[in-house]
């Protein structure tokens, strides 16, 4: 092995951090150790979401195309961060972290570890599955891109001779994009020069309507003074037309006016007929008639307080008749009635029973004593004698004096009588009192004139307030008179000047007195026809006009003529400049081709001897070398020297040839990607068991130079990388 195969690399890939990726969110994976690393796991446990994170987080996520799994977790951004630590120890970690493909790789530049390896790099040669085994695309340009990495240029030969075709691609390319390409140049060199012929053309046409923008504008002036001169005219005409049309107005109003006031002069004679038909007022003045007024108050007053007192009297009669009807019915009065029967007839009974009995007990009481000697029995019949002669006196005092309830009746019964006769004879004498007032009222109104009012003096002030509208109308038709009047005259004079202003309107239409309006109009319709002809016509010479007007100004503006000129001279030395670049190109391009050829002529037979070497070491001496045909196809042969195109080898057999190419190519360019990590998913599933343990010492021996992390799901793999290398990292999921 030579010592470049044993040039460690700058940094190694310590862990993985999943932010959101696929089904996984906050997960860590590691740690890794720079040489072999195997991350075992069951199927679905992730390894190739791991693997893909990886790749994404480097070169950006895969985008979705079909049906592809594109590993987009649900409402969320996939993001990832790869921790890169140095190998020697020395130094910082470096993380590297994706989101959105749009913001790039954070830290943005991306540091070393990107430097020198690009995208289709890392998928074709670093990151491996079983599907990538079966081939190795563009197997050529593949190798010439590794090989030439270390040839010491500020960029690979290869990629230099790829950036040339692409110039050289761009040069020749009829795309939009490509603005100096030659075939675009001369296309553009052609439209140049066809824009030349218009400009021409446009110059000669322009100088045409520049002579007829002149002719226009002489005609255009003289139309424009004739249309002043009619539009003078007609503004005259229309002047005199209009006050001679007022007159006409004013003398239809006058007339209509002197109807309306003969109307009025003629309801004014019949409303002062009227008046003396109905016969007039007497002759009294205000002083009379307000004197007249206030007697009337006065009477009316008068007049007032005896019907008030009359009212009076009628309700007071009312009331004492009433009152004395109730008292005689009263229930009171009954009771007093009662209540002197009932002692009158006590009366009678003290002043005849008792005394009857006293004696007749007495007389007998007596005669016993008398009778048997006893002074005592005789001493109280003498008592009891005198005792009934004693009550018989005392019933006699009772039975003279008076009975103070029939007397009380009898008194309050006399003075509601007395009350009731005062009362009729107030309303008699107020009866009186208003019969004189009415008499002395209709003398009044008699003697004043105003017999018709038959005494009332309502009627009375109705027929003064009648007489007063009369007067009142008479006045206002007498006002009426001397204002019609006054009309007339006014009327008449304005008459006089309606006349002298119509005749003074046709006298400046220099027409007769008696020239209808009609004419008039007749004549100002011809002037305006005339005027329109004319503005007409002055329209469409002003469309052509200011047609004529806008090309010239856009052309005295315009410099399309100088800019095709100048795009011309431009063109023409950029494709000079184009062709020039093409020939640098094409020289560029053959010492270049000399040059990788020379270098792939040193370094690629040592790529096919180390795979040659491994192919043989993973199918144990079966196929011993692999090679380049001179058609420029990869060809296997076996030990008798039988060649054969990996196409039609089998499964096993074609992955491990590209298997141990891809790991001969790593070997020999340590210059590519030294700090990028080698991902292998399970590529070792179509091996038999010693070509399996054979491919995994190759990797382990791979894994001197570089970081390699398998990722399987078969703890036999797990266990023959383990034998292969001594210090294997084993990660499970």
């Known amino acids: 092995m030579s010592a470049k195969h044993v040039r460690p690399s700058d940094f190694y890939l310590r862990s993985i951090r999943i932010e959101a990726f696929g089904a996984f969110a906050q997960r860590d994976v590691g740690p890794f150790t720079s040489g072999l690393n195997v991350v075992y796991g069951p199927n679905e446990a992730g390894k190739t979401t791991v693997s893909e994170l990886v790749s994404g987080v480097l070169f950006g996520w895969e985008e979705a195309r079909g049906n592809r799994n594109v590993y987009k977790p649900v409402n969320a951004e996939r993001c990832g961060t790869l921790v890169f630590a140095p190998k ?80 050289l691609a761009a040069l020749t390319s009829r795309g939009k994009a490509h603005v100096n390409s030659i075939p675009n140049l001369r296309a553009a060199l052609a439209d140049a020069r066809e824009a030349m012929n218009r400009g021409q053309a446009e110059a000669d046409q322009l100088k045409q309507e520049d002579h007829e923008y002149r002719e226009l504008a002489e005609r255009r002036a003289s ?55 109905a016969g007039r007022p007497p002759s009294i003045d205000a002083v009379e008639e307000r004197t007249l007024r206030a007697q009337m108050d006065d009477l009316s007053e008068q007049r007032g307080r005896a019907e008030h007192a009359l009212s009076i009297a009628q309700q007071d009669a009312i009331v004492s008749q009433a009152e004395y009807e109730a008292l005689l019915e009263a229930d009171d009065m009954k009771e007093l009635e009662r209540l002197a029967k009932r002692q ?45 002669f004693g009550m018989a006196c005392a019933a006699f005092a009772m039975l003279l004096r008076p009975n103070h309830a029939d007397q009380e009746r009898t008194n309050r019964i006399a003075d509601a009588q007395w009350v009731m006769q005062k009362d009729a004879k107030k309303l008699e004498v107020s009866k009186n009192a208003l019969a004189a007032q009415d008499a002395q009222i209709a003398r009044f109104l008699s003697d004043a004139g105003l017999t018709a009012a038959n005494g009332s003096l309502r009627r009375a002030r109705a027929l003064l307030d009648e007489w007063g509208e009369v007067r009142a109308d008479e006045s206002v038709l007498a006002q009426r008179r ?88 431009m063109l023409t030395t950029r494709l000079a400049d184009s062709m020039q670049d093409y020939a640098r190109l094409l020289l560029e391009k053959r010492l270049l081709a000399r040059a990788i050829s020379a270098w792939e002529g040193q370094s690629q037979p040592a790529v096919y001897r180390r795979a040659s070497t491994l192919l043989a070491q993973m199918t144990a001496g079966a196929w011993t070398s692999v090679r380049i045909s001179g058609e420029g196809h990869l060809e296997v042969a076996d030990g008798r020297g039988t060649v054969r195109d990996p196409l039609y080898l089998s499964t096993g057999t074609r992955q491990q040839l590209y298997l141990a190419l891809r790991i001969a190519l790593l070997q020999e360019a340590s210059n590519v990607g030294r700090s990028v990590p080698v991902v292998c998913d399970d590529i070792l599933v179509n091996f038999d068991d010693d070509r399996r343990a054979s491919a995994a010492a190759a990797l382990a021996d791979l894994a001197r130079t570089r970081q390699v992390i398998v990722f399987t799901c078969h703890r ?16 499970e999921l």
């Open 88 to 167: 020697a120890g020395e130094g910082s970690e470096q993380r590297l972290t994706r989101a959105r493909n749009v913001d790039g790789i954070a830290p943005d530049p991306a540091p070393s570890v990107l430097a020198d390896i690009d995208r289709e790099t890392f998928r074709s040669v670093f990151s491996l599955d079983a599907d990538q085994l079966r081939g190795l695309g563009k197997t050529s340009r593949v190798t010439s891109r590794l090989l030439t990495a270390g040839a010491g240029t500020a960029a690979s030969p290869a990629e230099a001779m790829a950036r040339i075709d692409e110039e």
């Open 223 to 277: 139309l424009m003074a004739a249309v002043k001169k009619s539009n003078e005219e007609l503004e005259a005409l229309t002047v005199q037309r209009a006050a001679l049309a007022q007159a006409e107005d004013a003398r239809a109003q006058l007339e209509e006016r002197s109807a309306q006031l003969e109307k009025q002069e003629s309801e004014l004679e019949a409303s002062m007929r009227a008046i003396d038909d």
């Open 344 to 388: 009158r007839l006590l009366q009678i009974l003290l002043s005849v029973v008792l005394p009857v009995v006293f004696a007749v007990l007495g007389v007998p009481v007596f005669l016993r004593g008398r009778a048997i000697g006893s002074l005592s029995v005789t001493a109280l019949g003498i008592f009891l004698v005198v005792a009934a």
């Open 482 to 569: 001397q204002s019609l009047r006054a009309q007339r005259a006014s009327l008449d004079a304005a008459f006089a000047r309606n006349e002298a202003d119509r005749a003074a309107a046709l006298s400046a239409l220099g027409a007769k007195p008696d020239t209808p309006l009609a004419v008039v109009d007749a004549r100002i319709a011809r002037v305006t026809e005339q005027r329109d002809d004319q503005l007409r016509t002055i329209e469409s010479i002003n469309t052509r006009y200011g047609e004529l007007g806008q090309v010239l100004a856009q052309a005295r503006h315009a410099r399309d003529f100088d800019d095709a000129k100048l795009e011309h001279a």
């Open 716 to 731: 036999e793999v797990v266990r023959l990388l383990r034998d292969a290398g001594k210090g294997t990292n084993v990660v």
